[in-house]
């Protein structure tokens, strides 16, 4: 497959949990990776494997996966969680990277 | 702690050739690693370009494969790209990262260098 979708706007209420989905047929074969990015800032891997998460990122960061849909959870969000989430995997074929359009978190 | 940094001309002008480097430091460019190189035009969201080992194996993002050309230069520790025949829609945000082999993960990123192609 040559596309991750996600959807373009999620919204939650702060101190709430929300869920970000990243759906594709190469999520069947890779574990997606997701990362934070705030304006004008370069991406930051906060999640990645399994369930992994790099030093540093707070652990109400997490995710999962079922079939082709991988999902980064927040639960307790805070106001600083406000930014844009992008998804990544290898491809089928595992040569190429493929990265979702990416999901614009706002905090309530 | 590892750091990269994109450098090159913020203005290329269409139909030329876009020219960047990405210095790496705190880690060994011939470490087990790939080098990767991601764009995002402005408002948009981030597009693989693709990869680069150090024994100089690659792997393209096929719609930029014909336009592209990246290499390793172990003596200053640092990684290229090339993009040719440049036209506005190439007007980009262009990060280098530090990529897992065998996964998709971008561990550490260069903080990112706009490219405008204009005339």
């Known amino acids: 497959s040559s596309e991750l979708t996600q959807d373009p706007a999620v919204s939650v209420a702060l101190g709430q949990t929300v869920t970000i989905t990243c759906q594709g047929d190469?999520?069947?074969?890779?574990?997606a990776s997701w990362y934070q990015q705030r304006p004008g800032q370069a991406p930051l891997l906060v999640i990645y494997?399994?369930?992994n998460r790099p030093s540093g990122i707070p652990d109400r960061f997490s995710g999962s996966r079922s079939g082709d849909t991988a999902s980064l959870t927040i639960t307790g969000t805070q106001a600083e969680d406000e930014a844009d989430y992008h998804c990544n995997s290898r491809d089928s074929g595992g040569n190429h990277v493929l990265f979702g359009g990416g999901t614009k978190l706002t905090v309530l | 702690q590892v750091q990269l940094r994109e450098s090159g001309p913020g203005l290329v002008k269409p139909s030329g050739t876009l020219s960047l480097i990405c210095g790496v430091t705190g880690d060994s460019i011939s470490s087990s690693n790939w080098w990767s190189w991601v764009r995002q035009p402005p408002g948009k969201g981030l597009e693989w370009i693709g990869e680069i080992y150090h024994t100089g194996g690659t792997h393209y993002n096929p719609s930029l494969k014909s336009r592209v050309t990246m290499s390793v230069d172990k003596s200053n520790n640092q990684f290229s790209l090339k993009m040719s025949s440049v036209t506005v829609a190439d007007t980009a945000v262009y990060f280098c990262?530090?990529?897992?082999?065998?996964?998709?993960?971008?561990?550490?990123w260069g903080q990112g260098t706009l490219v405008t192609v204009s005339s």
């Open positions: 990262a530090r990529g897992e082999v065998g996964s998709a993960q971008l561990d550490y």
């Open positions: 494997g399994k369930n």
């Open positions: 190469s999520l069947r074969s890779f574990y």
